[in-house]
């Protein structure tokens, strides 16, 4: 198994940028794929990005494609998220995910084995 922590939320001012990162610790890394995903006050947590082992595959939501990118340096143990041009419907806890699996990239919460403990994304208009 890895131990994710997220860091890197804060409040932004809308149109602004935020970039959010994912360290892993306890094994290697570079086997698993990762997620983003978010939970605002009172909704679901939902998938807002996706990586493959390699970084070579990606994955969005409709509502973030275009303004976030998801990479990952496996040298670091570390996924990171650059989100641009915020919005305040943005405004969330962003956790991050992984499955240890040698392929395949992969969108439904329930894929996911590890979790981090989020970090508050916050946009005010």
């Known amino acids: 198994q890895v131990q994710l922590v997220e860091s890197g939320g804060g409040l932004v001012q809308a149109g602004g940028s935020l970039r959010l990162s994912c360290a892993a610790s306890?094994?290697?890394?570079?086997?698993?794929?990762v997620g983003w995903f978010r939970q605002a006050p009172g909704k679901e947590r939902e998938f807002v990005a996706a990586v493959n082992w390699s970084g070579g595959i990606t994955n969005y939501a409709i509502s973030v494609k275009g303004r976030f990118t998801i990479s990952r340096d496996n040298a670091k143990n570390t996924v990171y998220l650059q989100m641009n041009s915020l919005k305040p419907e943005d405004t969330a806890i962003y956790y991050c995910a992984a499955k240890d699996t040698g392929r395949g990239i992969f969108r439904p919460l329930f894929e996911y084995d590890q979790w981090g403990q989020g970090t508050q994304v916050t946009v005010s208009s």
């Open positions: 306890g094994r290697t890394f570079s086997t698993y794929a």
